[in-house]
């Protein structure tokens, strides 16, 4: 049975907007209040999407959030009709709107973590939301999150959906960001490699002392079991806490990882050596043959790394057994990032092209190509299961863009978001686009 990896691009939503609201991710926060335009976002988004699909990848969508969320600003005290709520929060706590207005779900990296039916005990594909705890932001996504994977992934014969950690400190879970797979064929047994930047109740563990670790070694245990993963089919490495405080906030923007092959800088990880073996060893013992590419520090730095975006790439595997890295333009413009690939794909390894994307409304915001997807892999009985609604296709791809540029705003400011108007053109768009992808009733507006 064939089995294939099938990447999930979050649309990115009508209020794309540069609120520089995450703590730690040097480029989110300074584009902090620049204007931004939600229109040419999704539609570089769909571009993206759009080429792998003609490039024979599989490829998905992922809708976005509602929002402004007006059920969060209820819960924090505002009152009145949805115009008086965002009116108030407008007058009275400014970033608390923006906040509710964050576009960042379209980081879908970020939805869940995903585990694949050949690793877990019960054979079904898992998915456990992540709870985003570190950000206020981020942190009311998983309900939503939730009910979306649910109508994309609802025959519980193939598909179970676990709810997100505790949402406190300790649990700390920012999902597929810091969780890659490693496997000699997508439909096989692998190995599943958690990255964390700190232990909550373990005090051996060192912590960054600048910006936070977002991701609990407690997490990443909770969500193995949860899965039902194997002992012998997990490894876990801790992020090394001086590259966090450089602004690596996730894992993958340090390092990605496909198939047998694990791309990463040389100051990703504490004990690398130790870590590598051990994926060796235990991708092995299932038949597979573990290969690192390790980027040198005296090729690119971690600043170089943090402000290119070069690991937060798509590493996709061709037929022919060879691997297509996709980057964002800003690896190009960065002269010792553009020299190492040109030397990279020239050297005859395992990566042999590099393809560029402008993401430059989603690279301010801080994310790249890697940011905006979820992979999950899926054999082909499941992927005949999943909500046809959902795979892109060419018609879909043209209803996706002609619905973006009826529904879009092509300028949004942080005066924009006081705007009551914004709220019913969101409900309008979102409403029309659970029709187009088949969801059913997933947004609160729709529900209540």
Not at 138 to 150: F, K, M, N
Not at 367 to 383: F, H, K, Q, S
Request: aromatic letters at 8%; glycine letters at 8%; hydrophobic letters at 40%.
């Amino acid at each position: 049975m064939k089995s294939y990896e099938v990447n999930f691009d979050g649309l990115v939503g009508p209020t794309h907007n540069y609120g520089g609201l995450s703590y730690g991710n040097v480029a989110s926060q300074s584009n902090s209040q620049q204007s931004s335009n939600p229109k040419e976002a999704a539609l570089q988004g769909l571009a993206k999407m759009k080429a792998l699909m003609d490039m024979g990848f599989q490829q998905g969508v992922l809708a976005p959030q509602e929002r402004p969320d007006v059920v969060a600003l209820r819960r924090l005290g505002f009152a009145g009709s949805d115009a008086q709520v965002i009116q108030q929060a407008a007058k009275e706590a400014m970033p608390l709107l923006v906040a509710s207005c964050s576009a960042s779900s379209m980081w879908v990296a970020n939805a869940a973590t995903v585990s694949p039916s050949a690793d877990t005990a019960d054979g079904r594909v898992h998915f456990t939301a992540a709870n985003l705890n570190c950000k206020y932001h981020r942190s009311i996504e998983h309900p939503t999150t939730s009910r979306v994977l649910g109508a994309m992934f609802a025959n519980p014969h193939h598909f179970a959906h676990h709810a997100a950690l505790p949402a406190v400190a300790q649990f700390g879970d920012e999902g597929a960001a810091n969780h890659t797979r490693f496997c000699r064929a997508y439909g096989e047994a692998g190995v599943e490699f958690f990255v964390f930047g700190r232990s909550a109740f373990d005090t051996r563990y060192p912590a960054p002392q600048k910006y936070p670790a977002r991701q609990t070694l407690e997490a990443s245990q909770a969500v193995a079991r949860l899965h039902g993963l194997r002992e012998e089919g997990v490894v876990y490495a801790q992020q090394n806490p001086s590259v966090i405080d450089q602004g690596v906030f996730h894992n993958d923007v340090i390092a990605v990882g496909n198939g047998e092959v694990l791309f990463y800088h040389e100051d990703a990880f504490l004990e690398a050596d130790k870590m590598l073996a051990e994926l060796s060893s235990k991708l092995a013992k299932v038949g597979g043959k573990f290969q690192s590419v390790c980027v040198p520090r005296s090729a690119v730095t971690v600043d170089d790394a943090v402000r290119s975006y070069l690991f937060n790439s798509q590493l996709l595997s061709r037929p022919d057994g060879s691997m297509l890295l996709i980057v964002p333009e800003e690896c190009r413009s960065n002269e010792r990032v553009w020299q190492y690939l040109q030397g990279l794909t020239g050297a005859g390894g395992v990566i042999r092209e590099v393809k560029v994307f402008d993401l430059k409304q989603s690279m301010q915001n801080g994310g790249g190509p890697a940011c905006l997807r979820l992979r999950v892999a899926l054999n082909e009985t499941e992927l005949a299961a999943v909500n046809s609604g959902v795979i892109m296709t060419a018609p879909l791809y043209d209803s996706l863009t002609q619905w973006v540029e009826r529904h879009y705003r092509d300028r949004m400011t942080e005066n924009d978001l006081a705007d009551p108007q914004l709220l019913l053109e969101c409900r309008a768009a979102l409403d029309e686009l659970t029709q187009i992808l088949k969801l059913g009733s997933v947004y609160p507006f729709q529900i209540n």
